[in-house]
């Protein structure tokens, strides 16, 4: 998991953030066995606390053939794919409530097999959550 700061220049849900990352450095990286976070007033990185950052999530998976719930929940933005398939695009905050941290459950069918999924979340302030779920059915 990599933190990216940025201001309002450069915010995600407007801007090409692709290219961001390109020349941009995380100030927070970390090895994580799940994704799930909240934070309130931002992320600490030494002396300096980030208000606004996206979060860029990547792992790998073996799994068993079968029918899978993924549910996710976040705070402001998020999108989520699987296997490089966008399946989850809430990269419009204005649709909810400031801090409402809005989730979503999805059903996939699911192959066996290495599987790769990517997280891309966005905060633009206040409280802040991530929480990514899988489970077989």
């Known amino acids: ?3 990216y700061a940025f201001d309002s220049t450069k915010n ?4 090409d953030y ?3 990352l390109k020349i941009q450095k995380p100030f927070k990286s970390e ?3 799940r994704l799930d976070y909240a934070w309130w007033g931002g992320i600490k990185s030494g002396t300096e606390t980030h208000k606004q950052f996206l979060t860029i999530a ?3 998976a073996e799994l068993a053939p079968g029918n899978y719930e993924l549910s996710i929940t976040w705070d402001d933005a998020v999108r989520v794919y699987v296997d490089g398939n966008l399946l989850i695009d809430e990269w419009n905050p204005s649709k909810y409530v400031f801090d409402e941290s809005p989730n979503k459950k999805i059903s996939l069918n699911i192959s066996a097999g290495m599987h790769n ?4 979340h966005v905060e633009l302030g206040g409280f802040a959550t991530l929480s990514l779920k899988l489970k077989r059915k």
């Open 31 to 33: 090895s994580v066995n």
């Open 1 to 3: 998991v990599s933190w």
């Open 58 to 60: 990547e792992g790998n």
């Open 117 to 120: 999924f990517r997280v891309e």
């Open 12 to 15: 995600p849900i407007t801007t």
């Open 18 to 20: 692709m290219e961001m």
